[in-house]
């Protein structure tokens, strides 16, 4: 949610910003019969490439957690570190054993009951075996 506040931040200065350069534009005094629009045109432009740049970070940008592994009836679950919440991983052809600590790329998603799921794209990195603190309460890995 913090991601998409900075962005509207960001569009609504830029916006601003060119609606201000438009305005120089409109108020020189002018004799002629046309107008320059250069500040229009380059405000237009600012904005519209931050616009787009906008819109491409967040249909491309995919999320990941880091985590330590769990399996529990043959499904595979992580607790993510940063958020401390629980998801199950909604691809269980991942060939990572429980007690692991990885990072996942994918998606956050919510399944039909309301529980948190990540669909996973691709592991990251391994970090190998948790540690302490940082294992997984259920998890049937080495202790």
């Given at each position: 949610?913090k991601?998409?506040?900075?962005?509207l931040?960001?569009v609504?200065?830029?916006?601003?910003?060119?609606?201000?350069?438009?305005?120089?534009?409109?108020?020189?005094?002018?004799?002629?019969?046309?107008?320059?629009?250069?500040?229009?045109?380059?405000?237009t432009?600012?904005?519209?490439?931050a616009?787009?740049?906008?819109?491409l970070y967040?249909?491309?940008?995919?999320?990941?957690?880091?985590?330590c592994?769990?399996?529990?009836?043959?499904i595979?679950?992580?607790?993510?570190?940063?958020?401390?919440?629980?998801?199950?991983?909604?691809?269980q052809?991942?060939?990572v054993?429980?007690?692991?600590?990885?990072?996942?790329?994918g998606?956050?998603?919510k399944d039909?009951?309301?529980?948190?799921?990540?669909?996973?794209?691709?592991?990251?990195?391994?970090?190998?075996?948790?540690?302490?603190?940082?294992?997984?309460?259920?998890?049937?890995?080495?202790?």
């Amino acid at each position: 949610m913090k991601k998409a506040c900075k962005a509207l931040a960001i569009v609504a200065s830029l916006v601003t910003l060119s609606c201000c350069v438009e305005a120089q534009a409109w108020s020189q005094p002018n004799n002629w019969t046309f107008r320059d629009y250069r500040g229009a045109v380059i405000g237009t432009a600012v904005g519209v490439a931050a616009a787009t740049g906008i819109v491409l970070y967040v249909t491309l940008h995919k999320a990941s957690i880091t985590g330590c592994t769990a399996s529990e009836n043959g499904i595979n679950s992580v607790i993510d570190e940063k958020d401390k919440l629980h998801y199950v991983l909604s691809d269980q052809n991942l060939k990572v054993e429980a007690g692991q600590r990885i990072k996942l790329q994918g998606k956050k998603r919510k399944d039909k009951s309301g529980n948190l799921t990540f669909q996973v794209k691709k592991i990251k990195r391994e970090y190998g075996v948790c540690t302490g603190g940082m294992a997984h309460p259920s998890s049937e890995g080495p202790s």
